[in-house]
T-cell receptor
Framework: GAVVSQHPSWVICKSGTSVKIECRSL??????MFWYRQFPKQSLMLMAT?????????EQGVEKDKFLINHASLTLSTLTVTSAHPEDSSFYIC???????????????FGPGTRLTVL | AQKVTQAQTEISVVEKEDVTLDCVYE???????LFWYKQPPSGELVFLIR??????QNEISGRYSWNFQKSTSSFNFTITASQVVDSAVYFC???????????FGTGTRLQVFP
């Protein structure tokens, strides 16, 4: 199956700093990537849809100025948590759609996730 | 409204037992897609299956099988002869037609003991 990577796999930062998380599709081009947030022992909640070459689409209740998304190329999307606070601590997961035709285009492949801890 | 319910929060079985994970969904759409993903302790979600609303055929893949019943809005997942490596959280998800949004259930944590 398609491979999606995330970097870093975990990060610890001080309150008030900004953290950037990268999501890459390794063996396919992804015009659309997705960012999810998962609290411990809870489900995944979609935060935003990242579109290559255009602005991201945020879900209701997600602060776009807080969670900056940039989809600069067909294989890379970044999520920047600005001025992070302890309540932003969570597991952030990205996914990408493989539209090459190898699989149904709505199939999403997920990255391994990034665990963010804000002190 | 679209919703996915996985009523079983945690299930524990002993190796070689069969186990069924329940998934009930709500949607008013006629065209939609259902998915199952596995999330092992490492955290990465692994795609298991995709099924569209017009295909009610049950599917078997090795020890895994899926039972899709539109009449009861259920898409249950059975693992036959479970193994320790099956221990993970399993998520059922729903996607409306012409959207990219996956609506996840709350997941079922499966623990398989040797």
């Amino acid at each position: 199956g398609a491979v999606v990577s995330q970097h870093p796999s975990w990060v610890i930062c001080k309150s008030g700093t900004s953290v950037k998380i990268e999501c890459r599709s390794l063996d396919f081009q992804a015009t659309t990537m997705f960012w999810y947030r998962q609290f411990p022992k809870q489900s995944l909640m979609l935060m935003a849809t990242s579109n290559e070459g255009s602005k991201a689409t945020y879900e209701q209740g997600v602060e776009k100025d807080k969670f900056l998304i940039n989809h600069a190329s067909l294989t890379l999307s970044t999520l920047t948590v600005t001025s992070a606070h302890p309540e932003d601590s969570s597991f952030y997961i990205c996914s990408a759609r493989d539209t090459s035709g190898r699989v149904p285009p709505d199939t999403q492949y997920f990255g391994p996730g990034t665990r963010l801890t804000v002190l | 409204a679209q919703k996915v319910t996985q009523a079983q929060t945690e299930i524990s079985v002993v190796e070689k037992e069969d186990v069924t994970l329940d998934c009930v969904y709500e949607t008013r759409d006629t065209t939609y897609y259902l998915f199952w993903y596995k999330q092992p302790p490492s955290g990465e979600l692994v795609f298991l299956i995709r099924r569209n609303s017009f295909d009610e055929q049950n599917e078997i893949s090795g020890r895994y099988s899926w039972n899709f019943q539109k009449s009861t809005s259920s898409f249950n997942f059975t693992i036959t002869a479970s193994q320790v490596v099956d221990s993970a959280v399993y998520f059922c998800a729903l996607m409306r037609d012409n959207t990219d949004k996956l609506i996840f259930g709350t997941g079922t944590r499966l623990q398989v003991f040797p």
